[in-house]
């Protein structure tokens, strides 16, 4: 009981102190990715805390399995090096209990981990997809900031204006360049507001002209204009907004779609991102396992490099589940064989660090000796 309230308390604080640090780090990194983002034109910047905020949910799983296995490799650490092991194995403290006690403290947290992953994850996918979908389904007048060039979605306009719109949808000192079909054209208006013609969407101008040309030519032809119209995109068809059901799944990513979904499909795609989703907290359940045999090394390392030994064993593992997962989706590996090829072997990597560290029970290491 002792020893499990004290591992318990130095996991805790390391945790905290892993969880802060590695939160402000993401954090950070999403707020540059995301306004990055939003000064492009790509994502909507009254929607940016939004975003941020799904964003760190989609990764928290991640932040939580690092934290949880640092705290616990960095915990046994600080015990072998300060000789609290030989202590606490003297005092007949078994290696049983001291994988128990790192589950005990790590169950809680694993159960967050699964939630995360197997509900969230595909929640704030969805959500972060919606908002994006929906900026990207405006005009390309509307995303355009005053002052400022902006590429269109297809690549191949750049606005400018003036003014931004107002509360009619009026925008002022409008500025288009255009390439298609190998001409370069040039619209100058003085206004312009979006407007339904014919089933597709139009950019209404108003008083302006329209200079077009093949570049390295001079077949310049220069037009003035009171109102002209640019096509932007078609509207959705009636029939388009009352798709089946199994054709709007057909046409949703993978990672959007609830895990239930996954595991009664047999598509190959699909099941891949099952695998994932079962692998994030398996190999957090198996990482806080390895993380007790990998804590009893030299005590005279420095905590630096358990630190870097800890966020390779993790990374590795996560990159050999992102490989399973592409494995399993190019039909190279079936659900069932890629899971197990992955996490046993992770099982059996740490059956042996935990036999050459001797913190296997007696009667296994008995068995292993004699095979």
Request: charged content about 15%; some cysteine; glycine content about 8%.
């Amino acid at each position: 009981m002792l020893l499990d309230s004290s591992l318990r308390r130095e996991m805790a604080r390391q945790f905290g102190a892993a969880f802060t640090v590695l939160f402000s780090v993401v954090l950070t990194l999403l707020l540059i990715r995301i306004l990055g983002q939003a000064t492009e034109g790509l994502a909507n910047p009254r929607d940016l805390f939004l975003l941020i905020g799904l964003a760190c949910l989609s990764y928290m799983q991640f932040i939580l399995g690092l934290a949880l296995f640092i705290a616990v490799l960095m915990s046994f650490s600080r015990m072998h090096r300060d000789s609290e092991m030989v202590i606490w194995s003297g005092a007949g403290a078994t290696p049983g209990q001291f994988f128990r006690a790192a589950l005990r403290f790590s169950a809680p947290v694993l159960a967050v981990i699964a939630l995360l992953t197997l509900v969230a994850w595909p929640w704030a996918n969805r959500q972060d997809g919606a908002l994006r979908q929906r900026f990207e389904q405006r005009s390309d007048l509307s995303r355009a900031a005053p002052g400022q060039f902006r590429r269109s979605a297809s690549g191949k306009r750049v606005f400018f204006i003036g003014k931004g719109a107002d509360a009619k949808g009026l925008a002022h000192d409008i500025f288009i360049r255009e390439l298609s079909d190998g001409r370069e054209t040039i619209t100058l208006a003085r206004a312009a507001t979006l407007g339904d013609r014919d089933g597709s969407r139009y950019l209404l101008l108003s008083d302006g002209h329209r200079y077009s040309h093949t570049p390295g030519k001079s077949d310049y032809q220069i037009t003035g204009f009171r109102e002209m119209g640019v096509r932007i995109a078609a509207l959705s068809s009636p029939a388009a907004q009352v798709l089946p059901g199994a054709a709007r799944l057909a046409n949703t990513p993978s990672r959007e779609i609830d895990t239930l979904t996954l595991a009664l499909s047999s598509n190959p795609i699909w099941l891949g991102e099952l695998s994932w989703r079962i692998g994030v907290p398996v190999s957090s359940l198996l990482l806080v396992l390895m993380a007790v045999p990998l804590a009893a090394t030299n005590p005279r390392a420095g905590r630096a490099l358990q630190l870097v030994v800890a966020v390779l064993v993790y990374m590795v593992y996560l990159n050999f589940l992102n490989a399973t997962q592409h494995w399993i989706e190019a039909g190279t590996l079936h659900l069932g064989s890629g899971l197990l090829l992955l996490h046993g072997s992770a099982l059996l990597v740490l059956l042996l660090l935990s036999y050459a560290k001797g913190l296997l029970p007696r009667p296994l290491r008995a068995r292993a000796a004699a095979a």
